[in-house]
C-alpha cells in the first residue's frame, strides 16, 4: 500500500513539473545576411610574392541549444539558435577561416545581441593551435560602432583592387610571438577581401 502512495505521489510530482517549450529564439533572415557566404565557397587569396592560399571544404550550420529556466524545481527552457558557422581550412599551416555570428540571448531579460567576429587559426606546432580573433561588433549596430572606432573606409584599394564600404577589423592573439593576423578586411557583399599579418604579408582575395 506505501509503494501505491509512493507511486502515486510521484506521478502528481512529475505531471506538474513536466519541461515545457517556453519560446524558440532564432537568427532574423537580416542578422545572417550579414555573412555572404553559404560554406560551399573556395576562397583563394594572393600573398606578397604571388603565392596564392586557398580555403574550402567549407560547410555553415547553424547551432540549435536548449537553455534551462528553472523555478521552484521545475524546468522550462528555450531553444536557441545560439550560433551560425561558417569553416574554411586550408593545408597552409593546417590553418582555417571561420565567420561566427552569436546570437547572445538573455534569459532574464529576454533579449539578444546578435555579433559577428572571424577567426584565424593555424597548428604551428600539433597540437597546439594560434588563433586570432576579429571583429565581436553587434550586427545591428555594425556599420556605425565601425565608424564610431576608425574600423570602417568608404573605399579601400589593396594592391590592384578597389572595394567598397570596408570594414577593417584589428586581429587579437594571445600569442603576439607568433604568426598571427594583424587586420582582416571584409565587405558585407564579398566577405573577407583580404588579411594582413603580423609579419607584414598581405593576403588579397582573388
Not at 533572415?29 to 571544404?57: H, Q
Not at 555553415?60 to 531553444?79: A, P, W
Request: with cysteine; aromatic share 14%.
Amino acid at each position: 500500500m506505501k509503494t501505491l502512495t509512493y507511486l502515486i505521489l510521484l506521478l502528481a510530482l512529475t505531471s506538474c513539473c513536466r519541461s515545457k517549450l517556453i519560446a524558440t529564439i532564432k537568427f532574423t533572415g537580416d542578422e545572417l545576411a550579414v555573412n555572404p557566404y553559404t560554406g560551399s565557397e573556395k576562397l583563394v587569396f594572393v600573398d606578397n610574392n604571388g603565392n596564392t592560399v586557398t580555403y574550402d571544404n567549407g560547410h555553415r550550420k547553424t547551432n540549435l541549444q536548449e537553455m534551462n529556466e528553472c523555478k521552484e524545481g521545475c524546468c522550462d527552457y528555450y531553444m536557441v539558435e545560439s550560433s551560425d558557422n561558417t569553416y574554411y581550412e586550408s593545408p597552409y599551416l593546417k590553418s582555417n577561416l571561420q565567420v561566427v555570428i552569436s546570437n547572445n540571448f538573455d534569459m532574464d531579460s529576454g533579449e539578444r545581441e546578435p555579433q559577428i567576429h572571424f577567426s584565424w587559426d593555424y597548428y604551428e606546432i600539433e597540437p597546439y593551435v594560434t588563433g586570432t580573433y576579429f571583429g565581436f561588433f553587434a550586427i545591428d549596430s555594425l556599420k556605425e560602432k565601425s565608424i564610431e572606432n576608425g574600423l570602417f573606409m568608404d573605399s579601400l584599394k589593396l594592391r590592384d583592387h578597389m572595394f567598397y564600404e570596408v570594414f577593417t577589423f584589428p586581429g587579437n592573439c594571445p600569442y603576439p610571438d607568433r604568426l598571427h593576423g594583424d587586420t582582416l578586411f571584409f565587405t558585407r557583399s564579398q566577405g573577407i577581401i583580404g588579411l594582413k599579418f603580423s609579419d607584414g604579408n598581405l593576403w588579397v582575395i582573388q
